[in-house]
Structure formats: C-alpha cells, structure tokens
C-alpha cells in the first residue's frame, strides 16, 4: 500500500513536470510575445549585406553598403506599420501611435558593423525592436505613449573615426563643426549626408529635445564574457563606459636603409612601436577595469629598404570613470614624449572622440529586471565596456540596455554569435519592458 502510493506520489510528480516542461516548451505559462524564427530570418537577410568571402559583415556607417542594408531595414519597419522618418544625420525613426498626448519611448540600436565584424552587435537590438513592435501588432496591444524604433547612424565609427556618431548628434554632443571633416578618400561628412539625402545646413534639426523622450531602450549583445560564463540570460546595464580617442602622427626621418648608420637615424616606426608600448603600460600602472587600445598603424614610405619617415596610429582607452580616461591620456603623453626624446623623432596627437560615460536609470533598470522575472529569466546587473548609442541619448533621457550572451565573449569579429533563444529572450525582455515603462512612467 505504502509502495503503491510512493509510486502513484512518483508518477504525479513525473505528470506534473512533464506537463511543466510542455508547458514551458509551449510557453503556455510564460508566453513569449515576439516570434524567435521570423526574428532569426531577419537577421539571417540582414547578414547577407556587405557579408565578407571570409566569414562576418563589413558595413560601415555611411557606406554603399549601409544604404543597401537600410533600405532592407526601411522595409521591414513598413511593413510593420511603422511611419517612417529620417533625420537630417541620417538616423531612421519609426513611430507607432499612442493613445495619449505622451512623449516617445524610443528603442533600437545600430545596423553598421565595424571592419569584418559580426553579425549581431547592432543587428540584434535593432531587429528585436522591429520584432517587438510586429508582436505588439498581433496581441492588438495599443501603448499610452508613442513607441519609436530607431536605427542610429555609424555607431561604429570606423568611418570618420567618431564612434556614436548618429546619436551624438541627435543628442546635441556633435555639432555642424563636423560637416567638414573628410574620411580617407577625402570625402566629407557633409557629402556623406547629402548622399544618403540628407541636406547638410540642417543638421542642427536632427537634435532631439528633451522633453519628446519619455526613456530610451536599447537591446544589445553583452560583447563581453560575464552572462555567457555565468550562463545568465539577461544582463541589466548599469552604466556605460567613456571611450577617449586621439590619433597620433610621429614625424622622423625618411632615409636609405642601408647607408644610414643605426644611431644616425629617426625611425617614425621604432618610436610609434614604442609608443604602443607605453598606451599599454601606462592601462597597467594601476588596478582597475580600465583599457587601452593601437588598433592600426599607417607606416609611410613602406618600402623595405627606407626608414620611416612618418608612422599614424590611433589611440583609444576606456573606463567608467571620465576622468580616469583624462588622467591616463595624460601619462600616455608623457611617455610618448619620453619616446620623442630617445628616437629623435615628433610626435602630435589630436583628439577625435570623447564619449563621456553614463548611468542606466534605476527606475528603468528596475522595470528590465521585472520583465526579465516574468518570463522566469534570470538576470545580472553589469556595466557596458562598449560603447554604445545608449550613452549619448542618456543625456536626453532616461535610459536602460538588455544585454544577452556573446558565445565566449567574443565581439567586433566574424566569431561573434548569439543564439536564436538567447536573441528570443532579449526581445521579450524588451517587449515586456516597454510596456512596463508605458504602465510606469507618466501615471
Ligand atoms: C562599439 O561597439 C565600441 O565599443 O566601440
Ligand atoms: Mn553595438
Ligand atoms: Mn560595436
């Protein structure tokens, strides 16, 4: 009797979490709104522009091949029933009615990549907000406040070497002062607009007020290692770091690289290699999360047989702290003029890009939290160590990321990978937040 009970007692148990199971592979008990596979043949079709021969996407912001990749994401945004508007820098709105005189929550991300990169930083949080607004059309769910999705323009900024760039001067960080400035086949910004349609003399007009923004969200692969190691699925951001850049230009000697003696020369390479060197030791010098970066080196004559006579390179270093970022440039100069001095060489450093850092809003980083829990996801807070559209439109408006798992940590490379469940999660988190944000704010 006793062991007959046990094993009725065992088979309600079996029933029961076979039935949760069902339950859970059907999502009957924590529904997921947006559609994983139509999510997924989206970003499979985004991947296809500017894919590289050899594995990942080279899109850079302001790019033949951006324009092509937009006109996809137009698309899709229209199909959606979204009404679209692009702004003077570029940056792609689609709005979807609210039901009151409100301001906007706006989410989105970027669609740009840098040099051979993946297919899903950017791609990911842009795509999730058009999935998100698909599946708001089908459960007919009508929102107080307007929604926006926007796609920001050359978050990268590989091209003009200003990352953020669309958001920042959406944010007013970035003014007209930028019109002028040339890519490296001599192409301006400003001829930049006016090939994607836009008229220069109104830049100023793509400035966001800050009273139309009810909050900014933003979906994005982590980039990093901390959820995919902890097998965390929703990251909650807490703050984003500051990203300083300058480029560099050392100066030295070309000469004949066989006649002139080895003290007798002002080798541009040697000195840059050494200044390469001194970015890395100065990050080192303290504890901390701080770092520093040489991502390339133009080297000119580049011959075998010549000294170099002019060496550029760009440096970059990023902490959470601003002022950390300031203190370090100012060691880094300090070597490279110890540098100048034993190799006999000039160097000039200009500054190109200050992205200052900022702070996810707690009321917003609480209701990511909340979404993540009613979907049975578990959640981490963390800070971004990228830099991200997000910490620009902080200084406008109350903002908030979700991060999901980067495989391994790895990002900005053709390895880069989410996984479709991992990307489905994201998007229902940033479903449920904003409607959430639209039950929160302004009551
Ligand atoms: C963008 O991903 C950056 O961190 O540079
Ligand atoms: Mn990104
Ligand atoms: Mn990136």
């Known amino acids: 009797m006793i062991r007959c009970r046990a094993l009725a007692g065992l088979l309600c148990l079996c029933l029961a979490s076979t039935v949760a199971l069902v339950a859970r592979a059907q999502n009957v008990s924590s529904p997921y709104h947006v559609n994983a596979q139509r999510l997924q043949s989206t970003l499979v079709k985004l991947s296809e522009y500017g894919r590289n021969p050899d594995g990942g996407v080279t899109r850079l912001g302001y790019s033949e091949t951006d324009m092509a990749a937009r006109e996809y994401v137009i698309g899709i945004m229209k199909d959606a029933g979204l009404s679209i508007r692009i702004d003077p820098a570029g940056n792609i709105f689609g709005q979807r009615d609210g039901s009151q005189k409100l301001p906007v929550i706006l989410f989105g991300s970027h669609i740009d990549s840098v040099v051979h990169g993946g297919n899903y930083d950017g791609d990911v949080g842009s795509l999730g907000a058009i999935e998100v607004i698909r599946a708001l059309n089908e459960s007919s769910m009508k929102t107080r406040h307007p929604l926006e999705v926007v796609i920001w323009t050359n978050e990268e900024g590989n091209h003009f070497g200003i990352g953020t760039l669309g958001s920042g001067i959406a944010a007013g960080l970035i003014g007209p002062e930028i019109l002028d400035r040339k890519d490296d086949k001599g192409v301006t ?175 917003i980083q609480a209701a990511i939290r909340d979404a993540a829990k009613s979907v049975g996801l578990a959640s981490m807070d963390l800070p971004s160590f990228a830099g991200q559209d997000s910490q620009n439109i902080a200084k406008i408006a109350p903002m908030g990321m979700i991060f999901i798992p980067s495989k391994a940590g790895i990002s900005h490379s053709p390895e880069e990978y989410s996984s479709p469940q991992d990307i489905a999660n994201g998007a229902e988190v940033l479903y449920r937040t904003v409607l959430l944000l639209d039950q929160r704010l302004n009551p």
């Open 189 to 363: 910004f400003a001829e930049w607009l006016r090939r994607y349609g836009q008229d220069p003399a109104k830049l100023g007009d793509a400035r966001i007020r800050q009273d139309l923004l009810a909050a900014s969200l933003e979906l994005h692969i982590e980039q990093g290692p901390n959820l995919y190691e902890r097998q965390i699925p929703i990251g909650v951001v807490r703050s984003i770091v500051a990203v300083g850049r300058w480029d560099c230009v050392v100066s030295g000697t070309a000469n004949h690289a066989g006649t002139t003696p080895m003290n007798r020369r002002h080798n541009a390479l040697t000195a840059a290699s050494k200044d390469v060197l001194a970015v890395r030791d100065v990050v080192l010098s303290e504890t901390g999360t701080q770092v520093g970066n040489v991502g390339f080196m133009k080297v000119e004559p580049g011959a075998p047989n010549v000294i170099p006579g002019r060496a550029e390179f760009p440096v970059e270093l990023r902490d959470l702290d601003d002022g950390k970022v300031l203190r370090m440039w100012e060691h880094v100069s300090e070597g490279l003029r110890q540098v100048d001095k034993e190799e006999g060489v000039d160097t000039r450093c200009e500054s190109t890009d200050n992205v200052r850092s900022a702070r996810a809003t707690p009321a």
